[in-house]
């Protein structure tokens, strides 16, 4: 799945369903293996939900595979519930790879924080040309480090935060429900936002209900 | 699989293998998406262990079902890495299954700690009636006050530590191992390293690769 | 801080309070260390509160001594993100000190996984000797099988859930507050009720605003 | 404590020191709070530590102001039992302040994940010249964007990896000697291995017993 100019969220692989919410949920009561078969019990897992009994949500794991600008992996990193291995520019020279925004946007008058939308061919062409000008003179200094025979580690710090770099990310079915809703919500970073669209919907194609019933208790 | 007198320890699911350790690890080299085929890199796997390389040993998840004493139940849950949902006693009537050493221990001379089997049949019959005798009259009151309409909650207050229960837990790979190499060894009481035993068993027959890369740091 | 018939709750130390949390809050605003003084900014904390804002509430931390009966405990523990010490029932013989409810608990009708009480002698006299008699058979094999060279790792097995133990619990302010929010609903057992109230109170006492502003989330 | 060219350590606050160690291992042998007074048993804490009994090392507290290039706070904060806020560039223009190395590494011929020094002045005054072209250009465009009214969470993607940036971060002493002992190993970058060094000093100045029985361990 394509995310922003040059990004990608992928859905390596998984763990559980819908129907291991409800085994986890059982057995506090007692209910023996035998009977953990069967459709998931959507009435239980809105209960579960809303009554803020998380645990059964905690037995399902999802691993992506993520490409997005260094940005935007440093607000996602804060999360420490996750399980991360990056690229590393110690290890391997980066590619000149860069994020560029699709739209302009400017600070949001209501909220100082944030950032609203703005139609400006002028102020698109002098970004991008600001873009250009610093992603280019950051990788020439790189490069030219790089052959003269400094070490990775020294040479990437005149790199930019707009590179882009791939890791791989697991975590449970009840922390990514976590993650989305602190990172899907108005007041996050709109490109950090789109790629908790890109999550949700891989995440809601597996355990459709269980979504659901968090994502509708997040909003309220 | 069966553990102590009436214990069980069951894999339920997984997720990833040998082979997802050296992906994970492989990113941090930036090896591209395609090149992740093949048989696992044992070299690398083993170099990871070595070098405390543990984020790689984090993508790979196992669920299991146990069936084990409270008190094994307790020492167990207080590795925090791990989810957990447990039968309530507050929810369900237990049931009157209860744990009985298949040997006596007597303290170790030489370990105020720990302890070790003592071949005595005198002994080995006044523990049997005390063990009897104590969950008898705990189960006689315990039925005596849920017929008479005493909360389940309040109840269980005279049940024993060594009745049975019944979780689910999931951990990544790495916990795991950090969990058995603490409950595999020696000054680790017998039962839980029971446990331990049949988990790692379960474990290797799925990772034996990393499994043995990591039990082999655990012992220098 | 007595709590039940033989319970306490001690604040043995603590780092931090409402102060702390503004400091941490401004560092994202990037506010320089020497404006770092003067009254707690109460706006801000409630502000914080109300957008989730949550880790400047984890550089504050307190540490408690608690004595409460082993199934209080259990339930505690199940809150991963503290750090725990308690006495051990391997190392140390027990004393015997019991839980007694103070008010006979019946099922509650309307909730069934919950209970109310319910003011009737007879019952009480009931649970009263129902405890005396499940303890006392405890006690006496217990002290039976030490006595006649058992380990005490193994003859715990016969103690009741109803002991007294003791531990020492360590978490920042926002783990508290998760687990006071949790534990002091209606729906939590009466016991660690008690036990969340006598917390809170402590707590409060040093981080009165941060507390209230949590306090006040957790009921909306 | 100065760190590199411009970082900082601070150590603001903590909770704790050798003998809260000793306290939390002593409850679990019940010994009573009133026999907790006295000077710190150093032979129980190095007991402690080459058992792995690590738990009475997490009541200890310590809360630090850093002052850091991007790239060491990238790598710190893939630390997750900390508890981070740091300056962000979403609410606050940054100030144009670098990181520059005080000396030139190269790639190490024996490790190709780490560097050595090389004394090569021409060498030097090529990374001088590189680092300043590339600072140079990536603030210009980083004010000229932040002028011409581009948002600041949109301009930042510019700014390069060696910028300073300051976080509060706090964890208790075990976390803190696990991170100390990945940190300041030879393997580790130069630059975080100069944090952990001042780190590890200011810890050692509070809990100098537990210091070293730790820091003792993690050499073996």
């Known amino acids: 799945m394509k995310v922003l100019n040059e990004g990608e969220v992928t859905l390596i692989d998984s763990m559980g369903n819908d129907l291991a919410v409800v085994q986890a949920a059982r057995i506090s009561n007692g209910a ?10 959507e009435k239980l897992i809105r209960f579960l939900a809303e009554h803020q009994h998380m645990t059964p949500f905690e037995h399902e ?12 992996v440093r607000e996602w990193q804060r999360h420490r519930t996750f399980s991360y291995n990056e690229r590393s520019a110690r290890y391997k020279k980066l590619e000149p ?16 924080q944030s950032s609203i939308v703005k139609d400006d ?10 873009f250009d000008g610093a992603y280019a003179a950051a990788w020439t200094e790189y490069e030219r480090m790089l ?5 990775r580690e020294v040479a990437r710090s005149v790199l930019p935060l707009g590179i882009y770099t791939e890791m791989i990310v697991t975590g449970n079915f009840r922390n990514w429900m976590h993650w989305w ?13 789109q790629y908790a669209l890109a999550v949700g919907e891989l995440i ?8 659901k019933a968090l994502a509708v208790m997040s909003k309220s």
């Open 32 to 41: 023996a293996m035998p009977d953990w078969r069967g459709a998931p019990d």
């Open 61 to 72: 794991v999802f691993k992506f595979y993520v490409r997005a600008p260094i940005f935007v």
């Open 97 to 112: 790879e860069y994020f560029y925004p699709l739209m302009v946007r400017v600070p949001d008058p209501n909220n100082k």
């Open 121 to 130: 061919k002028q102020l698109a062409a002098l970004l991008k040309g600001a």
């Open 147 to 151: 052959e003269a025979g400094v070490a």
């Open 181 to 193: 809703e602190l990172r899907v919500q108005a007041d996050a970073q709109y490109e950090i936002q």
């Open 204 to 211: 809601e194609s597996v355990m459709p209900i269980s979504f």
